[in-house]
């Protein structure tokens, strides 16, 4: 994948431009010096749900002068208009603020064009039962790809664990350390609740997993409508068809997502990737130009050899495992 195809989004995409005349636009903008600050809740056909500072919630829609710029739940934006958010009242995003994060994903590994879920996230939990469905390892490591690669720190969240202990899959991301909460009959430990406080965290997971179950739980109001596993296929009905921002009563933001369908990493850098473990990153100095991290003149397995430790292996093979996941074939548990 080339710099130029890998750095590709939604913004660069082009659309061709219509046979009707049109007077030429002026290159001037305007300043919109009384645009007021605000948040993008959801996005549903081209109009954005928006909540201004003071908890104000207001509709509106995308300036023209915004062009193909997107914009997504998470991002902060400057709008004009009507603010009020009285009924039947619209405003016009005319800027997006600068992101400090874009977690993103393409259609599948061979799609140039990126595309953002969710802006300004600092956290992404990935659900995932430990049965009922089963859990699809692939896909797990895809999203925790994704996160490391967008500077978003990555936890996990195990749903289902009084049908089946989560024994196996703390086994698996024991080395990664990354941080792991453990749900029984859907009791919201208070260490999660604490590790969401202050924070913007995406949710991920596969239909069925019970996020939906996890979001009534952490945010009583949001009432997000609760699905079934099919017993034949094994996979979830959707029950979020929509990406929305919910506020937690201790404060800090939950993103919940739609379950996935698809998590493509064409865009992930593995040096991206491998900046996010420090410790087995200075031992990469003497890797060959160009190592993928994954192969026998990879200095990490030199320092394998010279440090045959159990707890080096696993926390290589961890690394490993997550970087091959960029091109592995994943099942689709769509329905």
């Known amino acids: 994948m080339t710099r130029r195809h890998r750095d590709l989004d939604e913004d660069d995409v082009r659309v061709r431009p219509g046979r009707r005349k ?3 636009r002026s290159k001037e903008r305007p300043e919109h010096a009384d645009a007021e600050s605000a948040v993008v809740m959801t996005v549903d056909r081209g109009r954005f749900t928006l909540e201004k500072d003071d908890g104000t919630e207001l509709y509106a829609i995308k300036a023209r002068e915004l062009g193909r710029k997107g914009i997504v739940v ?15 009242t619209q405003a ?19 799609d140039p ?21 089963e859990p699809r390892t692939g896909l797990i490591d895809r999203a925790v790809v994704a996160a490391l690669d967008a500077g978003i720190e990555p936890m996990l969240v195990l749903t289902k664990t009084d049908l089946k202990p989560a024994d196996e899959l703390l086994t698996l991301y024991g080395p990664l350390d990354l941080p792991v909460f453990i ?19 995406v949710l991920v997971g596969h239909s069925g997993v019970g996020k939906s179950t996890l979001v009534n739980g ?47 990493l064409a865009h992930v850098d593995v040096a991206r990737v ?9 031992l990469t100095g003497t890797c060959p130009r160009a190592c993928s991290h994954d192969e026998m003149e990879c200095a990490l397995s030199e320092a394998l050899i010279a440090n045959p430790s159990p707890e080096l292996k696993a926390r290589i093979d961890s690394l490993r495992r997550l970087i091959r996941s960029r091109t592995e074939t994943v099942d689709d548990p769509a329905p």
């Open 22 to 24: 049109t007077r030429p």
């Open 74 to 88: 998470g991002d902060r934006v400057d709008a004009v208009g009507d603010m009020s958010g009285d009924v039947d």
């Open 92 to 110: 016009r995003i005319v800027r997006r603020q600068e992101r400090i994060s874009t977690l993103r994903r393409t259609a599948d590994d061979t």
């Open 113 to 133: 064009v990126e595309r953002v879920i969710v802006a300004n996230a600092t956290q992404l939990a990935v659900v995932t039962a430990t049965t009922d469905p």
């Open 183 to 201: 749900i029984e009959s859907r009791e919201v430990p208070e260490s999660l609740r604490q590790a969401l406080q202050d924070q913007s965290t």
């Open 218 to 264: 952490l945010v009583p109001s949001a009432e997000r409508l609760t699905g079934h596993v099919n017993a034949v296929t094994g996979r979830g009905r959707h029950t979020s068809t929509s990406v929305v921002a919910l506020h937690l009563p201790q404060g800090g933001m939950i993103v919940d997502t739609p379950g996935i369908r698809s998590f493509g």
């Open 274 to 282: 491998i900046h996010a473990f420090p410790d087995l990153e200075e």
